[in-house]
């Protein structure tokens, strides 16, 4: 079935390091790809979105790429600060109402 | 200011028991939902609404129930048909067409006793 994955649970890096968060996918159709973050106890924040046409999208310290080739997608996070702590989730979606979501890593800023 | 509420932030429930997880929005957004999160898992989608008096089953819906007479308010009732009902709740919303962001709430999470 349909799934979205990723391949570390737990991340940790150092203050002021990059930090990579990647997630596979397995639907070749979806339309387009989430990423959020969940600090303990609260609702999901969304961080950037791509599209399935995009390879690269750039936010404020925060890029995405998309490898529709291997089906892959990954999150960087630059000069990662402890306000970035908490658990990443990609998601990927078709037409805008059943976004799946991956189980999340959760990442660790050590100061 | 704009936002997703949804309340009790807490709930205890007894065996056997119906209850109902509050959600309400002030973005004038079209499509709301509800998703499920346990240890561990990603979130995963009960029921969406993409329209006042219409919604969908997601891909848990059994034991669920939810209605949509209002534009700002989608409540989920949570029946005694769900055998494993202990988990945190999230409630979010987007724009009907366009855009894939969705704005979550803070989340319920409910417990039975």
């Known amino acids: 079935g349909e799934s979205v994955g990723l391949h570390l649970p737990t991340l940790s890096v150092q203050e002021g390091d990059n930090s990579i968060i990647n997630c596979a996918y397995s639907?070749?159709?979806?339309?387009?790809f989430i990423w959020y973050k969940q600090e303990s106890g609260k609702g999901p924040q969304f961080i950037i979105d791509?599209?399935?046409?995009?390879d690269k999208r750039q936010g404020q310290r925060v890029t995405v790429l998309l490898n529709k080739t291997v089906k892959h997608l990954s999150l960087q996070i630059a000069a990662t600060q402890p306000g970035d702590s908490a658990v990443y989730f990609c998601a990927e979606g078709t037409g805008g109402f059943k976004t799946i979501f991956g189980a999340g890593t959760r990442l660790f800023v050590k100061a | 200011d704009g936002g997703i509420t949804q309340s009790p932030k807490y709930l205890f429930r007894k065996e056997g028991q119906n209850v109902t997880l509050s959600c309400e929005q002030n973005l004038n957004h079209d499509a709301m939902y509800w998703y499920r999160q346990d240890p561990g898992q990603g979130l995963r989608l009960i029921y969406y609404s993409q329209i006042v008096n219409d919604f969908q089953k997601g891909d848990i819906a059994e034991g669920y129930s939810v209605s949509r007479e209002k534009k700002e308010s989608f409540p989920l009732t949570v029946t005694s048909a769900q055998k494993n009902p202990t988990a945190f709740y999230l409630c979010?919303?987007?724009?009907?067409?366009?855009?894939?962001?969705?704005?979550f709430g803070q989340g319920t999470r409910l417990t039975v006793v």
């Open positions: 639907n070749s159709a979806s339309d387009y």
């Open positions: 791509i599209r399935s046409n995009m």
């Open positions: 979010a919303s987007s724009y009907r067409e366009g855009g894939t962001e969705a704005f």
